[in-house]
C-alpha cells in the first residue's frame, strides 16, 4: 500500500503524528484548518519538506473526500482553486474548541471576570501581568460548579493556581463541584497546591452565589458544607472554567468522510470496539481532541497508537487486507442504493455497477440481509452463507418426552463466545440447543428466521451484543428490528410469537447465557412442539 | 539473522494488547504472565451492561485475549515469572515456571476434578473460554501438596490430565525488546478499619466484579441470600496522604457505579448508597449516565470511619452526614470497599532485574515522549506505570508497540 497519509488538523497530536509517519519512511500530507492559531506548528519539519515527503496545505474552503482505505481521493477548494490529492489514510486530529463558562455561572467577561485561557495569557508578559493583577490581589476561580468537568480542565487550574500562588504570591480560591482527579499526577498536583496554599472549597448540594455588582465588585456567598455556616468572599479577579468542544473542523470532516460520531460530539462513535484510534471506516484514524476531551497523557498514547495502525497499513501486503467476506451482486440488482445507505462501512462503491469494496469491507452482511430484491450473495471464506449453516430441527427420539429444538443464532463477537463459556463453566445447555453463529446480528434476515421455523426448529432465538456494543454499530438494531417484525407475523402463521425471542450478551457472560437458554427452553416447553413438526 | 523477537512480562489487558499488535508486525512475541489464567486483573470483570452497553470494556479484554491466543506468532506462558535477565547482544531470560498439573493437551475441560474435589479452592476455574486448560491445581490448597493425603483428582480424570507430582521448570528465552507489562496489585484493605477479612459481607470490588460475574447477582457472602442493602465506599488505599498513596485509581468510580446501576437493574429492590471524596468522570456519555445514577442510588460526600457488627449478618457503617452534620450510624447487607491500585507485587525487584527506574510513587516511571525506559530495550505498558483504565491501557500499549517497532527498525 502507498504509504501516503492525509493529517487533518492542526495540534501538538498532529505535528507528532507527522513526526512519526515520516521517520517510519512515509508521506505526509497535513491540511490544517483556515483559522488555526498555530500554523507555525510544522516549521521545524522543513527538512522533509523539502524532500517532497512533506506537504502543508491550510484549507482555506471546502473539502471532499471519496474512495476507501488504500485509495482516498480528497479534494480542497478554496481562494479559487482546487487542490486534489490521493492518500491511503486518513487521521483526523484537530485541536479542541474552548468557551468560557461566562453565563454558566451568571457573570458577564470584563476585565476582572476572565476566562481560564485568558489568565494563560497573562503568565506571557511578567509586565503585563503584574498590571492586570496588582499584588495583594486575590483570586477565585470557578470549576465543575454547574456542570460537570473533567481531569483536563481541574488540571489547568490546579496548575494555574499554584504558579499565582507560589511565582505570582497571589492568595488563591478554587470553588469547584467533584474535583475531577483521575489523571496522572492530579492528586499529588491538588496536595502540592494546597500546601503552597491555594483554599479548595467544594460544593455538593449548594451553589455559590457569585454576584458582580455594577462597579465591578465580584462577592461570593456561600455555605460551608462541613459546618454549615455562611461565608463571604471578596476576591479581586474572577476565573471561570471552559467547555470544551470537538473543532468545527472536525465535526465537517465526520460528515464528509461518513463517520460516525459518539454522544458528545467528538469523532469516533462511543463504541468499545474503536478503541484506541479507529473509526467505523477502516483507514481513517481519529486521535487527540478530536476524539474526545482528554489528558495529556492518553492524548500522548493515541499519537502512538494512531502511528501504528497507520504502520500496519503500509507493511501489510494487499491480499492480508481484503475482506472477511465474498460479496456477489446479482442480476437482481435495481440500483436501489439500500446497501449504500446501510453499510456501516463505508464499503459500498457506486460505480457503473453497485460493487463491494472487499478491502474496506468487515463481512457484517447487513447489506445482504437489508436487500429488498436478494441480489447481494456473501459467504464467509470458511463458513459459508449463513443460510446454508441453518439446521435442521433436532428430533431427539430417546424417550416419549418432549425436548424442545432450539435454534439460536448467536453473533461471533458475543454470544457465540458466551455459550462457549458456559460450557466450560459447566452449566448444563438444554440438549436441543443448536447454535447458528453469524458474523454479525445484523446479517440475519427475515428469511434466516423463517427457515428456522421451516427447518423444524420449536423456538429461535436470537443473540447479539448490546446496544451500543455493536462492532458494525446498528446490526443488533437491525437484529431486533426483524425479530419484532417476524413475532408481529408469527400468529398469523399459526406460531405463539413467544417461540422468538430477542436477547443481548456479551462475550464473557457464561451465567447469563445458561439463563436465557434454559429459561427459553422452559417455554418452550409450556408450548409444546412447534406445529410444523414432523412434517 | 534470527527474526525479531520481543518478551512481555505481564498478560493483562496492556501486555496482550502490545503482543498483538506487534504480531500484527511479524514480530515474534513470548508473553510470560503469572497467572495460570492470563488476562490480568480485567479478565474477571463483569460485563456492566444493562440494555445498553456502558462502555466498561471488560468485553475488550476477552478479546484481546482471544486475539492472542489464535496468533501463531505469540506464545504464552502461563504460571512462569522472570527469574533474572541479563543483556549483551539482545536479552537473555531464565524463566521459573509452575508445575503443569494439568496437561492442556490431555484435558478435556470436562470439570469431574473440579466437582471431585473436597478442598475448597484447590481446583480452580478460569475466567474465560479462552483459558486452556479451563480449570488449574492451587498449590496453596491442594491436599496432595500439602501433606499427599489426597489424588482424587488425578484418580478421577477420565483424561489422565492430572500429575500432581508435577515440578517446578526452569525455562529460558532469548528477546531483542522487553516490555514490562505487569499491571498493579489491588490495596489490601485489611489495615483500614472496615473489618475486612473479618467480616464476611465486607468484600472489596473487585470480589464484586468476580461474584457478578459468575453468580449475576449481589450476594451476602455469608449466607448466599441476595443483598437488600449495598454500600459502596470509595477510595480505600487511594488518595490516601496517611499511606503516601497520593493518586487517584480513575477507574473505582466508574466501576462502582456501573457495577451500582447493573445491581439495581437486575435486583430493583436493592437500595445503593455510595460514599464518596469526589466522583470522577467516567465515559463519554458521563453527564447522561450520572444523572440516573443520581435517581437510582444514594449518594454521601463522606469516607466512613468504622464499621461494627450490626444486627444478625448486617454492617454497621459509621459517617458523617454533611446534611445533619451529625455522626449517623446506619446498617448494611454487604459493603463494597473500591480498592485503589497500587504498585504491583515484587516491582522493586523487577526494576532491579530491568533496570526500571521507579517514580515516586512506587510505580514504574513513565518514560518520556522517547517511550524507553532506562535501560534500552526495555519498555513499559498499561497500568505499571500508574492507574490506568482498560481502554486507556489498550492505547497506551499501542504507543508501545509501536516504540518497539521502531527500536528494532521494523
Redesign the interface.
Known sequence: MDAKTLILGCSREALKITEELLSSDGEVIVATPGNAGDAGLFDGLDTAREAGRLEILPVAGSFSGSGSVGRFNVTFTGNGESIARSVSSIVIVDDVERNPNFSLYGVAPSRDVVSLSQIHELFKSDAGFEKSIPEGQRIAFLTGLVEESNPFITAEVMQCALTLQREYKRQTYILTGNLKVAGNGLEALYRQSKEAGVVYMKFTDTVPDIIVDKNNKISISYVDEIIREKFELDPDVLVVDETLQTSVFSRELASELEIETGPDGFVQSDNVHRAPVFTNRKGIFVAGFSKSVQTEGERQADTGSTALAVLNLYKKPPEEQTGKAEINFTGQCVRCLTCFRVCPYGAISLNSKVAVDLQACEGCGICAAECPRFAIKISAPAGGSVSDRIPAGIKITDTDEFKPSITAFCCSRSAKGAGDLAACMGYSLPAGLQIVEVPCAGSISLDHLYSAFRQGADGVLVMTCHAGNCHSEYGNTYAHQRVDQVSDLLPQLGFEPERLAYKTLASNMGTEFAEIVTAFEKSILELGPSRLKGT | MTANKVLVIGGGVAGLAAAS?LA???IDVEIVDQSDFPGGHAIQ???K?T???V?C???????KL?RVVTNPKIKVIAGARVRDVSKSEGFSVNLLKKPAFIDPGKCS?C?IC??KCPEEGAVL?????N?VP?FAISEKKCLYLKDQSCRICQEACPEKAIDLNARETAESTRADAVILATGFTPFNPVSKPYGYGKFKNVVTNLELERML????RAIKPSSGAEAGSIAFIQCVG??D?KLNH???S??C?GSALRMAGLVKARQPGTQITFFY????????????F?AKVRKDVRLI?AIPGDIYPGTGDQLRVTFLD??S?ETLQEEFDLVVLSVGMTPCHGMQETAEILKVPLAE?GFAQ?AD?G?LASEKGVFTAGSVT?PMSI??S???A??????V??YLG?
Not at chain 2, 57 to 63: I, L, P, S, T
Open positions: 499488535e500484527e508486525l511479524d470483570y463483569t460485563c451492561a440494555d445498553q452497553c462502555k470494556g471488560a468485553c475488550m479484554v476477552e478479546e482471544e475441560n470439570g473440579f466437582e476455574k478460569g475466567f474465560s473460554r483459558h479451563f460475574r459468575t453468580d449475576g487511594s488518595r496522604a497520593l493518586w487517584c480513575k477507574v468510580c471524596m469526589d466522583v470522577q468522570t467516567f465515559g463519554r456519555d458521563f453527564d447522561v450520572y460526600r454533611n446534611l452534620s510513587t513513565k515522549a517511550g500508574g481502554s486507556e489498550i492505547a497506551d499501542g504507543k508501545t508497540a509501536f516504540e517497532a521502531k521494523v
